[in-house]
C-alpha cells in the first residue's frame, strides 16, 4: 500500500505543523465525497485532523447560485488537531459561486485553487459578479492557481465513451488527485474505496479512478507559478492504538450498542428521519446487530411511543431527532417521566426556531431538554463534546436512565454528528466498558412494582407479564405506594417532589467538575459545553502559553450539575460562557449559583472560531489589565 513519501525524491514545501483546506463547489459536484476521501488519506498517512462539512438544506439548490454551495473544510496536522481551522491556507472553489461564498474566510496570500473552465459569464453573473473576479484584482492578496478542471476532467475519460454529463461527474475525483499530490498523499485509499463502493457498476469506478489518476499526473508534469509549493506536513506523534475516522453519529450508535449489551437488555431504537439526527438511525440499522433492534416510524410521536414500550418490555429503549422532533416527542417523553421507565433520548441540535436551518449548528435545546415539559419534570442532561467523546455519552447516558429509572436526553449538534476525526478505539479493559446489568423485578425480590430504591429513589422495573407484579400503569398521578390512579392533593406534592428529587440525586452519582486546562482558581475561567470544546482549548492553550491566567472547564453533565461546580467557580475572578445560542446554560448557572456570569453567545448557524474566544479572553485578561 503506497503511503509513505520519499522526501528526499519528491520534496515538498514548507514544512509546516497544519494545514487547513476547505473544497468548496455546487451541491451536485461530490464536494461532500471529496472531502471525506481527502481525510481518509490523511488518516492512513497519520495525520492528525478535524473536518466541518458545510452545505445547504436545499435537496437541489438552482445550479451555479450562492444558494447551492457545498463546502468541506478539514484541517490536517503533525499535531492536535480539534477545530476544522478558522481560515483556510488554501480554498478549492470549483465555480463562481463557490469562490464568492467561500473567499471572504481564505486568509491573505492563501493559495486559491479554481476551476477555469467553469468561470463562464453566465456563470459569474448567476453567483452575483459583476465582473470577472479573476480579472479586477479583488483577487490579488491570494496566491491564485487556475486549472480547467471540466476541460482535463473530460480529456481524462473521454475514452470510455460516457457522455458528457456522466464524465464531469469525475471532476472532483481529478480535483483530488491533484489535491493529493499537492499534500505528498498517496492515491490508493480512495482508489480501493471507489473500486468498493462501486463494485456493482465498474463502468462507474474505472472513469472516476482515471481521473483520480490524470489529477495526481497534472500535478506531477505541471510547472508550479511563483509563490505556489506544495506541503509537507510530517504524521502526528499519537497515542499508539488502532485507529478509525469517525463521525459523531457513528460513535454515538456504536455507544448505544454497546450500552444495550453492557446492560445486558440489547437495544430497541426506534427513529423518524430528520436532519441532522438520520445517521444515527443509518448506523444502527446497518450495524447487522443481533442485540439491536432498529424501527423507523411514520412519526416523531410513534418513534419514541415505540421506543417506551420497548422499555416497558424490559428493553433499553431509544430514539433520536432534533429540535422540531424533540418538540413533536415531548408529550411522551411526559409519559416516560410518570410512568419512570428507562429511555434515552438523542438531541441532534440544529439552527432553529421551527424547521430553522436544518444543516447548520445551534445549541439551543438545552433549555428545552432540561425544562420543556408539562409539569415539573426535569430529566438528566449530558452533551457530548467532540465525535470521539459521543461513545463514552450514549454509555454513559444508559447507566444513569437505569441506575435512576428516568429517561435521559444526550445532545449532540450538527458540528459534532457530521464533523469527521480519528478515534482510538479503546480497549476490552476501559472503564467504559463496566458492565451495569439491568435487574428486572420479581416475585423473589419481595417488593412491589413501586418500592424505590432508598439510595436512587428509583422505582423497580417489573417486566408486564411477570407472575405475582401485576400493576397499573398510565399517564395519569399514581398514587406514590401502589400506583393507582390518584387525585389527592398531598399526593401529587410528594408525586412532583420524588419526581424532582430523584433527578437532583443523581449529582451524587456523577463524576466531580473537573478542569480541562488550567488551575483551580484564577483570574479567568472559560466554561462551555457540547461542541465549543475543541475552539476554546486551542484558544486557552494559546492564550496560557503568553502567560495569560485563563482556565477551561467543559460541562458534560449539563442537569443535574456537578455537585462541585459552585465551589470550582467561585475560585476565579470572571466565568466566561461561549455559547450557540442567546445565554441558555448561563441561565442554569445563574439559577443555581449566586454570581455573576460573562456571555459570549453567537446563532450564525457555525460553529465558534478560536479567534472569537481568544478576543474575548484577551478582552477580560489584556483588556482589563
Partial sequence: MDIQINREAVPLTPEVDFVRVRFAGDSGDGIQLTGTRFADANAEFGNDFATFPDYPAEIRAPVGTTYGVSAYSINIGATEILTYGDQPDMLVALNPAALKVNIGDLRDSGLLLIDSGAFTERNIAKAGYEADPRTDGSLDRFRVMEVDVSANTLAAVKDLGIGQKNALRCKNMWTLGLVLWMFGRSREPVRRWLEKRFANVPEIAQSNVIALDAGHAYGETMELAEGVHRYDIAPANIEPGTYKTVTGSETLAMGLRAAGKLAGTGLVFSSYPITPASPVLHALAASGDPD??????????????????????????????????????????????????????????????????????????????????????????????????????????????????????????????????????????????????????????????????????????????????????????????????????????????????????????????????????????????????????????????????????????????????????????????????????????????????????????????????????????????
Fill in 292 to 625: 439491536v433492534t432498529v424501527f423507523q416510524a411514520e412519526d416523531e410521536i410513534a418513534a419514541i411511543c415505540n421506543a417506551i414500550g420497548a422499555s416497558y418490555a424490559g428493553k433499553l429503549g431509544a430514539t433520536s431527532s432534533s429540535g422540531p422532533g424533540i418538540a413533536l416527542k415531548t408529550e411522551a417523553l411526559g409519559l416516560a417521566i410518570t410512568t419512570e421507565l428507562p429511555l434515552i433520548v438523542v438531541d441532534v441540535q440544529r439552527g432553529g426556531p421551527s424547521t430553522g436551518l436544518p444543516t447548520k449548528t445551534e445549541q439551543s435545546d438545552l433549555l428545552q431538554a432540561v425544562f420543556g415539559r408539562n409539569g415539573d419534570t426535569p430529566v438528566p442532561v449530558i452533551a457530548a463534546s467532540r465525535p470521539s467523546d459521543c461513545f463514552e455519552c450514549a454509555v454513559e447516558a444508559a447507566r444513569i436512565a437505569l441506575r435512576s429509572m428516568t429517561p435521559v436526553m444526550l445532545l449532540s449538534d450538527g458540528y459534532i454528528a457530521n464533523m469527521t476525526e480519528p478515534w482510538r478505539l479503546p480497549d476490552k479493559d476501559d472503564p467504559v466498558f463496566e458492565a451495569f446489568p439491568a435487574h428486572h423485578l420479581t416475585a423473589e425480590d419481595g417488593r412491589i412494582p413501586f418500592d424505590r430504591d432508598p439510595q436512587t429513589m428509583a422505582k423497580a422495573w417489573a417486566v408486564p407479564g411477570t407472575p405475582g407484579l401485576e400493576h397499573r400503569i398510565g399517564g395519569l398521578e399514581k398514587d406514590y405506594a401502589t400506583g393507582a390512579v390518584s387525585y389527592d392533593p398531598a399526593n401529587h406534592q410528594k408525586m412532583t417532589d420524588t419526581r424532582i428529587g430523584k433527578i437532583a440525586r443523581i449529582a451524587d452519582d456523577i463524576p466531580e467538575q473537573g478542569i480541562e486546562i488550567g488551575e483551580p482558581g484564577g483570574r479567568l475561567a472559560i466554561v462551555g459545553w457540547g461542541s465549543t470544546y475543541g475552539a476554546t482549548r486551542i484558544a486557552v492553550l494559546r492564550a496560557r502559553l503568553r502567560g495569560l491566567d485563563v482556565s477551561q472547564i467543559h460541562i458534560r453533565h449539563l442537569w443535574p450539575l456537578p455537585r462541585n461546580l459552585g465551589e470550582l467557580l467561585d475560585g476565579y475572578d470572571t466565568v466566561l460562557v461561549p455559547e450557540l445560542n442567546s445565554g441558555q446554560l448561563v441561565t442554569l448557572l445563574r439559577s443555581q449559583f449566586d454570581r455573576h456570569f460573562e456571555q459570549l453567545n453567537k446563532v450564525t448557524g457555525q460553529p465558534f472560531k478560536t479567534t472569537e474566544i481568544m478576543s474575548s479572553i484577551e478582552h477580560y485578561l489584556e483588556g482589563s489589565a
